[in-house]
């Protein structure tokens, strides 16, 4: 019972920290877009999306062994940590090199270049971030801790001493510095129960961290390619007043789409165990999970194609109007990943990592090609509808390749909440013009009695979920 509790207890701690972590930094960036203007926030929306795509060889499955060999191994959690900081430090000098080579040679404004730059201070912020130690060892609560004080850090100075548009510059150091709060947090904490780490230089177990590490952390490169491209290439090819209606919106559903690995982060230990012990209760472990989070995900899309428009002007005001259309086509890509996520975790926890990638490799493709197509034709209309493509491919390789749930099973699980979604998106149509949190109040009430009626889901399905999850220690 102990065990079970330290779990659930776990659990609970990095998704509370988690919720509050992702509601604050939400906050900030609405404070951004409506201060810094459509084409200042397009700006470091573009800058943040570059700088991201260099943290990918700070990383290079570092952080994922790394929790694994400590969970395995805490006897040599002194060697794991000196040589994983020291060998993600190398690593982040040389991708800040690359970095600033990038900037050289990019054909952008002054202003654009410095703030890259700036965001790229982040990189050293995050090679020493020791998350990865805490979750091998199951502390979740200091992590948690440390994502809601470096939040806290970066938006309480960014409303502090981010007035209007000509501070711009400030956005990118605030946010190495709400990294670097969260990353000396945790070391804090390690000095405390560990001592001071020590950095190793071990260049065989470097090699062989390496070779372990690389496979692991390809599938996750991948995935960082393809969920910013579209950012990216419109900085490339479009004015910055594209880069922000589309980022204003990106933004939106990207809050939405965090919430679901915390739902992942309950079932994946249940997955793991049931691979191995009964064929049978995956089946259903992840016949409930997908049920239910197509129940969940059906009238968010609905509801939000419906009410983007006020959604848009209540967040970031009239400003970002055009953002809408983005808004109503990116929020599908919330359907589409969260009636997905149970699949696409069960190939992590049945040891079909090489699929794995293949399928995130196969999305990632896609959105890369649609959004050279489309972009240029249609543009961030163009970035909107590559992303729901895409990850509409990465969902059919999922369902097709590994059969645990029959397709006519998921025909079934998607027609009532569908059904139940589309007549509280009927009715939402013809009071759209009411107050927006009365319109959602609405909808909630409307959905949920339809699909109690139908019985869409049950009591007794969602109490057997809660109960596998509960005792999954």
């Not at 995956?282 to 939000?304: N, Q, W």
């Not at 369902?399 to 006519?408: D, N």
């Not at 009626?453 to 809660?466: A, P």
């Amino acid at each position: 019972m102990g065990t079970v509790r330290r779990v659930a207890g776990n659990v609970l701690l990095l998704s509370f920290a988690q919720i509050a972590a992702l509601a604050i930094l939400f906050l900030v960036n609405i404070h951004l877009a409506r201060t810094l203007g459509v084409a200042g926030f397009g700006r470091i929306n573009f800058a943040w999306a570059v700088a991201l795509y260099f943290t990918l060889v700070t990383n290079l499955g570092l952080t994922i062994l790394g929790t694994r060999e400590v969970a395995r191994n805490k006897d040599e959690i002194d060697r794991y940590v000196g040589n994983i900081l020291s060998l993600r430090i190398v690593l982040t000098i040389l991708s800040f090199f690359l970095l600033l080579a990038f900037v050289a040679l990019i054909n952008k404004p002054t202003e654009v270049k410095y703030l890259i730059i700036f965001y790229g201070f982040y990189l050293f912020s995050y090679a020493l971030l020791m998350e990865w130690l805490f979750q091998g060892i199951e502390k979740m609560g200091f992590i948690g801790i440390s994502r809601i004080l470096g939040s806290l850090f970066y938006g309480g100075l960014i409303l502090l001493l981010v007035k209007d548009a000509k501070q711009i510059m400030l956005v990118p150091w605030l946010w190495f510095g709400g990294g670097l709060f969260a990353s000396g947090f945790l070391i804090y904490i390690f000095i405390r129960r560990f001592g001071i780490p020590k950095l190793k230089f071990d260049f065989p177990f470097w090699k062989s961290m390496l070779k372990i590490a690389l496979p692991m952390g390809a599938a996750f490169v991948m995935i960082q390619v393809y969920y910013n491209f579209g950012i990216v290439i419109l900085g490339f090819m479009k004015n910055d007043e594209v880069v922000g209606w589309y980022g204003a919106a990106y933004r939106a559903v990207l809050f939405i789409w965090r919430f679901i690995p915390l739902f992942i982060l309950a079932i994946f230990p249940l997955m793991s165990k049931y691979y191995k012990e009964s064929k049978e209760k995956l089946k259903l472990l992840i016949s409930s999970a997908t049920k239910l989070m197509s129940t969940v995900a059906l009238p968010l899309g609905i509801g939000g194609t419906i009410l983007a428009k006020p959604i848009m002007t209540f967040l970031y005001g009239e400003e970002y109007i055009n953002g809408v259309i983005a808004l109503q086509i990116l929020i599908w890509t919330v359907v589409i990943i969260s009636i997905r996520c149970s699949y696409e975790q069960s190939f992590l926890a049945c040891n079909r990592e090489k699929r794995y990638l293949l399928g995130v490799m196969t999305g990632a493709g896609t959105n890369i090609v649609l959004n050279l197509i489309l972009i240029p034709y249609f543009s961030f209309k163009g970035a909107a509808i590559a992303a729901v493509i895409s990850e509409f491919v990465f969902s059919l390789y999922m369902f097709f390749y590994f059969k645990i749930v029959s397709r006519r099973k998921m025909v079934k699980y998607l027609f009532k909440p569908f059904l139940a979604a589309s007549f509280m998106g009927f009715l939402l149509y013809y009071l759209k013009d009411l107050n927006l949190f009365l319109s959602i109040l609405i909808g909630i009430a409307i959905y949920l009695i339809t699909i109690l009626l139908l019985k869409g889901i049950t009591w007794e399905e969602l109490g057997w979920l809660k109960r596998q999850i509960m005792k999954k220690a």
